[in-house]
């Protein structure tokens, strides 16, 4: 019997650390699946890619010969997941078009799709590239779409289909399951020999004569006080973002305003008594903000971690935290699996849409509030109230997985889908970010930083020319 392929489609070439820990994550719950369905280790394979699968150079070009690779994973594949990116993003984005290409692809090989816990942009039926999506979700190869956050816009997306839709909880909610070992039980000791069971209690015996016979001994001098431990202060994580951000999604808040605004909630954290670190999620552009603004602000070196580069090394900074400012959505997502009260610092529409779905809507503030006292104020009351998982919703991503899978591979199963109890147990844990997957990371990363110095430097070439040309 030939193994079932899963074509699974993620943003795992992100520099963003968070798109890594969904990647990981979501790779976790479909084996899950196959486990739940009674599919043994080598009856399925998932193969990894990126959810821009279709390459750039063939958006650009449409040269044909540059959708070979893609022609041939989609063809090979039994069923399509995109897990956890933003799909639909239309906006500022050409990921839709992508998707669209990718969909129609899968309907030429007949190949279904499953959509789960994606990001989606608001529909609108006035804009043209928002109704030519739509139009590919009605190809007959859609067989379910999730989503983590706009749940109304997709429904408008599917109006007219029979095509199964779900508002449900985002992947990386379960990695606090994925990214932390099982204990490893210790091999049992062989039992000892009668020799050395009988040397071991005539040791015994001879420690307790020798005490008996020793007298006790009189301190010579008034004991002193025991010095106690200083309690370790409380650290706060403060995961900043892009300078560049905030415009794109029409906020009047510049990199100086950035900077200012992390400034001054770090000298309120340390007079509050806290401990606070800078970190990001690891985007280049991100890293450059901190950089930045450490060197400048002559801010110590252990207060910031300027590059993140490996889920490990992300979650080592928010489980260090009691509580965690944040900018970019995967911070405050996997700060929620471990249980670390977050505020969330919205500047898109998606960012509240994770609060309030797992019912701590006021901790996501708007910019109207970004100052260092309704800020810290926040995270205060956060931390005291702590955070509140609801395991049915929790549960809804797998569920539905599970569900969606399982009418394509398995229809005649009459498997139920795990309880959170049994997922805790029965999770595949993370095999960890090799050292060769590591070099591979930073290879890409360090193109691209390449990439956007040289457009930067073009940029401000050009415009110097066209200055000296006005002047001439």
Not at 22 to 51: M, P, Q, W, Y
Not at 196 to 218: C, D, E, F, W
Not at 287 to 306: C, D, Q, T, W
Request: hydrophobic share 40%; charged share 25%.
């Amino acid at each position: 019997m030939s193994k079932i392929r899963v074509l699974l489609l993620t943003n795992r070439d992100s520099d963003n650390v968070g798109d890594q820990i969904i990647e990981a994550t979501v790779i976790s719950l479909i084996k899950g699946v196959f486990a739940n369905l009674g599919v043994a280790a080598d009856g399925f394979e998932i193969s990894s890619r990126a959810a821009g699968i279709i390459s750039r150079a063939y958006m650009r070009t449409r040269d044909e010969a540059l959708l070979e690779s893609a022609r041939k994973s989609i063809s090979e594949a039994d069923v399509i997941v995109f897990g956890g990116a933003p799909l639909f993003n239309y906006a500022y984005q050409d990921f839709y078009l992508r998707t669209i290409i990718t969909l129609e692809l899968a309907q030429e090989y007949n190949v279904p799709v499953i959509f789960s816990s994606i990001g989606v942009e608001p529909f609108n039926a006035e804009n043209p590239k928002s109704m030519r999506l739509k139009e590919a979700l009605a190809l007959p190869v859609v067989r379910q779409i999730t989503t983590r956050d706009d749940f109304d816009s997709l429904q408008k997306y599917v109006e007219g289909t029979d095509t199964v839709i779900a508002h449900v909880s985002d992947p990386a909610v379960f990695a606090d399951i994925v990214f932390d070992k099982h204990p490893v039980k210790a091999p049992p000791k062989p039992a000892p020999s009668f020799a050395y069971r009988v040397k071991r209690r005539l040791k015994r015996i001879a420690r307790q004569v020798l005490r008996r016979s020793t007298p006790a001994k009189v301190a010579s001098v008034p004991s002193q006080p025991v010095a106690t431990a200083v309690p370790a202060r409380k650290r706060v994580g403060l995961v900043v973002t892009r300078a560049g951000i905030f415009k794109a999604n029409g906020i009047e808040f510049n990199e100086a305003a950035q900077r200012t605004f992390w400034l001054e909630v770090a000298a309120l954290l340390e007079e509050r008594g806290y401990d606070y670190r800078f970190f990001t999620t690891g985007h280049f552009s991100d890293e450059v903000f901190l950089e930045a603004m450490v060197r400048e602000s002559g801010l110590p070196a252990n207060k910031a971690a300027i590059t993140i580069n490996s889920p490990e090394e992300l979650v080592a900074e928010l489980k260090a935290c009691a509580g965690v400012i944040a900018y970019r959505l995967h911070a405050s997502i996997t700060s929620f699996a471990y249980e670390i009260p977050s505020v969330g610092l919205s500047w898109n529409f998606k960012v509240p849409y994770f609060y309030e779905s797992v019912g701590h809507g006021d901790r996501a503030l708007d910019h109207t509030h970004w100052n260092a006292a309704e800020v810290v104020d926040a995270l205060e009351k956060a931390m005291g109230e702590g955070v509140h998982k609801d395991e049915a919703f929790l549960m809804s991503v797998y569920d539905t997985l599970f569900t969606g899978l399982k009418a394509i591979v398995a229809p005649k199963s009459e498997r139920k889908p795990f309880t959170y109890a049994e997922l805790q147990t029965n999770l595949p844990r993370y095999g960890g970010t090799s050292l060769a997957l590591y070099r591979e990371k930073m290879r890409r990363k360090l193109r691209r930083t390449y990439e956007e110095y040289q457009k930067h430097y073009t940029y401000v070439m050009d415009n110097e020319a066209r200055k000296q040309s006005t002047a001439q």
